[in-house]
């Protein structure tokens, strides 16, 4: 699987603009093969600024999202609604992931973490 991270800062008096496309961007993008999730989120100490989590099923749908026409629309309108240069990283998650084994020890389990 995997995980992209976009985070966009919108110029105020642009926002309302951001947001239709980005609902259009999900509407689109979830209906295509290998599309897990996608969702874009408003900031709470920054209104302008929205962060979109994505998740797909391998790189190769992750690859053909990005040459969808609606990916084309979305990158030809998007500079002028920002304020700064998107900011984004990519995520892979390990494939056939066993689930840990349960403890056996009277200490609490440790979360897990992931290293990226």
């Not at 966009?8 to 961007?25: G, N, Q, T, V």
């Not at 990005?66 to 304020?83: I, W």
């Amino acid at each position: 699987m995997i995980m992209v991270q976009s985070t966009f800062h919108l110029r105020p008096e642009s926002k309302d603009d951001a947001i239709r496309l980005m609902k259009h961007m999900v509407r689109k993008s979830r209906e295509e093969e290998g599309c897990l999730s996608y969702e874009y989120y408003e900031g709470i100490t920054d209104p302008n600024q929205v962060i979109l989590l994505q998740e797909w099923e391998n790189a190769d749908y992750l690859e053909e999202h990005y040459q969808t026409e609606h990916m084309e629309h979305f990158l030809g309108r998007l500079g002028e609604l920002l304020e700064s240069p998107v900011s984004t990283r990519s995520y892979m998650a390990p494939q056939d992931q066993e689930s840990p084994k349960p403890s056996l020890s009277d200490e609490p389990p440790k979360p897990e973490q992931t290293i990226h």
